[in-house]
């Protein structure tokens, strides 16, 4: 098996689980690649001497790869997926933090993990992304056009709220006056989304949301559409410039911009093990279902 790993940031206290992951990886003899960057933090604070391959971005992958596995939390599955975009690599998210809703597996873990991948012991769930294209050139690089979570815009150098313009497939829906507008697809829906008051959405639902930002008309409210929805937005304020955030990347545009969100062509494959669910991280995530009363 081919297995990449990507990680942000090295913690101290992960030393003991990343060592124990390679360990598995070594002898159900995968053929690991590490992303360069993590290499060079993770090497001298663990003693690493195997000369392990590496690749720096995503023109060095292929879909050779089997495995992908994000080392870290849900934001980091944010970055794997600007490695893997569109090649069709299941991921897998190992947290070494708190519990995420995208890096499901904990790190204690790690082995009974691999091991259940090794035998095949999993299933591969879709998860739809966003992509945005826009009349005008972006002041800041994105690196990319889509989003797995959420695309937002919101005001900048400014307390005033701003006014964005929406249009679904063609027709005016309304203009919000608010901080800002977040589309999020159902796995970005427990994200930015859920914090400003939005639903909850199945990741298997083939539906986006738009939610605003702190709205100054109180009958605004979180509206969930089909993903085959062609969305516009134009953005006016008392500012020239307002951001766009594409996950967690963000860029400037001008009030001249025109903004189109749709779903993107591609879809990532996200790793589910036996035993774990959406519904089940939701329940320890949310502490649903616990009697709160005592």
Request: charged share 25%.
């Amino acid at each position: 098996m081919k297995v990449g790993i990507y990680g942000q940031y090295y913690k101290e206290d992960s030393e003991e689980y990343i060592l124990n992951l390679l360990e598995v990886l070594q002898v159900n003899k995968a053929e690991v690649f590490l992303e360069a960057g993590y290499l060079d933090q993770i090497k001298e604070s663990l003693g690493i001497t195997t000369n392990y391959r590496t690749f720096a971005s995503f023109e060095d992958l292929d879909n050779s790869f089997d495995l992908f596995l994000s080392l870290g939390g849900d934001g980091t599955m944010l970055r794997t997926v600007l490695f893997v975009r569109d090649l069709d690599i299941p991921i897998l998210g190992i947290n070494t933090g708190r519990l995420g809703f995208l890096a499901t597996v904990q790190k204690e873990n790690i082995q009974k993990a691999i091991e259940e991948v090794m035998q095949n012991g999993f299933e591969v769930k879709k998860r739809a992304l966003l992509q945005i294209t826009t009349n005008t050139p972006m002041e800041d690089q994105t690196e990319v056009n889509f989003a797995l979570n959420e695309i937002a815009v919101s005001r900048k150098n400014t307390t005033s709220m701003i006014t964005i313009a929406t249009w679904l497939d063609g027709e005016y829906l309304t203009s919000y006056w608010a901080d800002g507008l977040i589309v999020a697809t159902p796995t970005g829906s427990t994200g930015y989304s859920l914090s400003c008051n939005g639903p909850v959405i199945a990741p298997s639902t083939d539906a986006f949301v738009l939610t605003p930002i702190a709205p100054h008309n109180l009958n605004a409210r979180p509206l969930v559409i089909p993903d085959k929805t062609k969305i516009k937005l134009k953005v006016t304020g008392r500012e020239d410039n307002f951001l766009v955030s594409l996950d967690s990347r963000i860029a400037t545009l001008n009030n001249e911009t025109e903004i189109i969100i749709e779903r993107a062509p591609f879809t990532i494959k996200l790793v589910d093990l036996k035993g774990e669910s959406f519904l089940k991280t939701l329940r320890k995530k949310l502490l649903w279902g616990e009697d709160r009363r005592n």
